[in-house]
């Protein structure tokens, strides 16, 4: 990709939007970054100035109808909505318009593995990263995990590998982007307030392994019913995972095992006793990562090295601390039902559960019907709060409370909860509104918990 003397527009100034704006400076374009935030908004002064230092000319305030025309390419962070009126004058005058992912991966030197999914992205990842690293040292583990993919690139060979975690936000402008290794880990209705129906959402999944030809892989959960008719839409080797079945070829979990399955020869990789991770959906997060490390050449040896000492991610079921006999967990990456009802069946204690937040929506049936013999207490908080109350009297589910702030939720949690109980935050929600990003709301759990 050509840039020197191009006039690049970069739209959103999240970390993704500064570090795309960087490697296009970088790479000779004429780049403006935009954002609706005025300059006195933002809590890193250094880092504009750093940019300005680049070259980059800063555009805050509004949004960039009177200069986008001016621009030979536009690129959009995953938050901004791609139907917003001055994209629309981007495509009228024919302009490109891509996201921070396709823009890194058309300087990309080496093979990628792409991982999509409703949920259990960020653990998969993660695992895959650490799985790769066994042989590829300086895999680059970038996307929705944290890092931007623009921030690693450069420092890439074509010996190396990306692991890269994406979101359905990303693919709504990729074009080129073709992993060698895709994964597509399940799929629940999520996003619906920004892709309108459950058909688009799963479309946008879908375009994770549109470039990919019979040369790649593609794995796939068999036990979901859409992902596994993923498999007749693709040029790629599908190689499936399951939880629930056997399989002839693939991964799949029986009698407490991770087995692994070659033209109907099956045998035990390890047995899921000798994992860190809890619950069966942790399990088909590590037979994913394992059909993804398997594809790619790493041993079995090596798996299960890693796969031993592996304890998953801050902020996903995250085992906090235990106060008088209380056990607290942080689940604030449960930011929608099907993630939430994964945090909930992973709880082996009566739970006095933390929940509500930002209405993206959903429903919450499925959530709540499991409620009764598992939840105490439900303090609720946030957007959501009296439409999950709702939901929760449908079913006669009554103990429930509102909470006015978080803190009060968490001080709340801890009076109501006895010895042999746990605490979860697994909100079934979006923290925005309330939070800046789930992090910065697991974060406020963490540091309260501790000071108890």
């Known amino acids: 990709m050509e840039l020197a003397g191009k006039q690049v527009l970069v739209c959103g100034m999240a970390r993704s939007g500064m570090a795309a704006a960087m490697l296009a400076a970088k790479k000779g374009a004429k780049v403006t970054l935009s954002d609706l935030k005025q300059r006195e908004q933002f809590s890193n002064q250094a880092a504009l100035a750093a940019l300005e230092e680049a070259g980059v000319t800063l555009f805050l305030g509004k949004n960039p109808d009177d200069i986008i025309t001016q621009k030979d390419l536009v690129i959009v962070s995953p938050g901004i909505p791609t139907d917003l009126p001055f994209l629309q004058l981007a495509r009228e005058a024919e302009i490109p318009i891509i996201s921070e992912v396709e823009f890194a991966y058309r300087f990309t030197p080496c093979p990628i593995i792409a991982i999509t999914g409703t949920n259990g992205k960020t653990t998969t990842t993660a695992l895959t990263g650490e799985l ?79 470039r990919q030809t019979k040369d790649d892989f593609v794995i796939l959960n068999h036990a979901d019913p859409v992902t596994r008719a993923m498999a007749q839409k693709t040029e790629a080797k599908a190689v499936f995972f399951s939880s629930k079945e056997p399989l002839k070829d693939g991964i799949f979990l029986q009698d407490g095992h991770i087995m692994v399955s070659r033209e109907g020869q099956s045998h035990a990789l390890l047995s899921v006793k000798e994992l860190k991770l809890l619950g069966v959906h942790n399990y088909e997060n590590v037979m994913a990562a394992v059909a993804m490390a398997l594809c790619a050449g790493i041993s079995e040896a090596e798996i299960c090295t890693v796969l031993r000492q592996f304890a998953g991610v801050a902020h996903r079921i995250e085992y906090v601390k235990t106060v008088d006999g209380v056990d607290y967990y942080n689940d604030s990456k449960g930011t929608n039902v099907d993630a939430a009802i994964r945090g909930i069946l992973a709880m082996e204690k009566p739970c006095v559960l933390l929940g509500g937040g930002y209405d993206k929506g959903a429903e919450y049936d499925d959530w709540v019907k499991l409620f009764d013999g598992r939840v105490k207490q439900l303090i609720l908080i946030g957007q959501t709060a009296k439409k999950i109350a709702a939901c929760c009297d449908k079913y006669g589910f009554s103990a429930y409370c509102f909470a006015d702030t978080f803190d009060e939720a968490i001080q709340m949690a801890r009076q109501m909860a006895q010895e042999g109980d746990c605490v979860l935050l697994s909100p079934a929600c979006a923290s925005w509104g309330m939070f800046d990003n789930y992090e910065q709301r697991g974060d406020l759990f963490k540091e309260a918990v501790c000071r108890f």
């Not at 693919?171 to 996003?191: C, G, K, Q, R, Y």
């Open 132 to 210: 790769m690293k066994t042989q590829y040292p300086n895999t680059a583990v970038v996307g929705n995990i944290g890092v931007p993919y623009s921030e690693e690139v450069e420092r890439l060979t074509k010996d190396d590998y990306v692991v890269a975690e994406i979101s359905s936000f990303q693919m709504e402008t990729a074009d080129l982007f073709h992993p060698h290794i895709s994964a597509v880990l399940n799929i629940t209705p999520d996003h619906l307030d920004r892709h309108k129906t459950l058909e688009c959402y799963i479309a946008m999944k879908e375009r994770v392994f549109a």
